[in-house]
């Protein structure tokens, strides 16, 4: 949905990274929300979607597989 329209969602350009060598986190995605780490911005995470027309726009592209 994001690539046929992007102005459905808002969001914010953070760093993004998945925990590696903590054997009790592992895995675990950490967003740099308030940028402390002074990394580079890697994601753009979605934060909000316009719902309503998502999902008439989810309707619509549905509809071309009948």
Same mark, same amino acid.
Do not use: P
């Given at each position: 949905?994001?690539?046929? !329209?992007? !102005?459905? $969602?808002?969001?914010?350009?953070?760093?993004?990274?998945?925990?590696?060598?903590?054997?009790?986190?592992?895995?675990?995605?950490?967003?740099?929300?308030?940028?402390?780490?002074?990394?580079?911005? !890697?994601?753009?995470?979605?934060?909000?979607?316009?719902?309503? !027309?998502? $999902?008439?726009?989810?309707?619509?592209?549905?509809?071309?597989?009948?």
């Amino acid at each position: 949905a994001y690539l046929i !329209n992007k !102005n459905l $969602f808002q969001g914010r350009l953070v760093n993004v990274q998945v925990e590696e060598s903590s054997e009790l986190t592992r895995g675990k995605t950490v967003v740099d929300w308030l940028g402390v780490t002074s990394r580079a911005h !890697n994601c753009n995470v979605i934060t909000e979607v316009d719902h309503v !027309n998502f $999902f008439i726009m989810l309707k619509k592209e549905l509809s071309k597989l009948i």
